[in-house]
Each structure stands twice: as structure tokens, then as C-alpha cells.
């Protein structure tokens, strides 16, 4: 009976750690060499007290909603950054993206990134820190599961997982 406990300790404290690993980490991988990687787009994240002007394409206005919490509400400069190995069906915006990172959205005045990389033609998404710490699990719009509900939400803008608002 003793065994019997344990193993069901066990198994629950296995299962309770692989359903928490699964919301809080990321799915992506840190992006070895992301910083040597080509910026395509810069611009900023507004802070959380500017008006978002109608005009705007949606996803760009779903981003700013996403992210205008950062850094006390004050917004951040971003850049857009995109896996050398990735440009040609990045640009294409046809999809067919090779295994491993493709793109990065640099949070520059908080050092985060926001990442995309393939794996068996499937978007996987992650957030970490410059130095490679993973913080998907810092708050809700850095998890994974946000990032899918966005990424596949935005028609012609998210193609194969990967976003912009340059259609």
C-alpha cells in the first residue's frame, strides 16, 4: 500500500509539473545569433494612455492592445528581425518555412524578444530575455497560447504563423 501512495505521489507531481511547464515555457527555442540578424521594420509600441487611431491595420492595433503594458505603460521601440536562412519565404509571405527560428520581434527598451521559429512547417512561439531567459510565463500576453490566438487570427496579415502588417 505504501508503493501504491508513492506512485501516485509521483505521478501526480509529474503530471502537475508537465501541465505547469507547459503554460509558463516557451515553445520556440532562444534564437542562437538573433542579434546578427537583419532588422526589416522599427517602429514603437505606444504607451498605454495614446489613443490607437482607427486607420491602423488590425493586427497592428491587436499588437499595440497586446504589448502597450510594457515597461509601466510607457510602450517600447521595437525591432523586426528575421532569420537570414528564413528571407526568401518571409518575403514571399507564402509560407514554406524551413526548421529552426525565424523571426524576432526585439522589444528593445525592455530586452525582450517575442519568437518565431518553425519546426515540421508548424509555427512554435516563445519570449525571452536577451540573454536567452525564457519569460513566457512572466505574463499572459508573453505565453505561447497568446501568441497562437493573435498569430492565427489576422487572415492575409499571419501567414504560416508569421505576421505583418506590410500585406
Known amino acids: 500500500m505504501p508503493v501504491n501512495k508513492i506512485c501516485v505521489g509521483l505521478v501526480g507531481a509529474l503530471g502537475c509539473a508537465m501541465a505547469m511547464g507547459v503554460q509558463a515555457g516557451s515553445d520556440a527555442e532562444f534564437p542562437e545569433g538573433w542579434e546578427s540578424w537583419p532588422v526589416l521594420s522599427s517602429a514603437a509600441i505606444p504607451d498605454n494612455q495614446s489613443a490607437i ?4 491595420p488590425a493586427i497592428v492595433k491587436e499588437t499595440i492592445k497586446t504589448y502597450n503594458w510594457v515597461q509601466d505603460g510607457k510602450g517600447s521601440k521595437y525591432n523586426v528581425r528575421v532569420n537570414p536562412a528564413h528571407m526568401d519565404a518571409y518575403k514571399m509571405r507564402t509560407g ?12 528593445t527598451d525592455i530586452k525582450v524578444l517575442l519568437v518565431t521559429e518553425h519546426l515540421l512547417g508548424e509555427p512554435q512561439y516563445g519570449a525571452y530575455t536577451y540573454d536567452g531567459k525564457d519569460i513566457a510565463g512572466a505574463h499572459p500576453s508573453l505565453s505561447p497560447k497568446t501568441c497562437v ?18 500585406e
Request: with cysteine.
Open 96 to 107: 514554406g518555412y524551413p526548421d529552426g527560428p525565424t523571426a524576432v520581434l526585439e522589444l
Open 149 to 166: 490566438a493573435c498569430h492565427t487570427g489576422y487572415g492575409e496579415a499571419c501567414v504560416t504563423g508569421v505576421c505583418s502588417h506590410n
Open 53 to 56: 487611431p482607427d486607420s491602423l
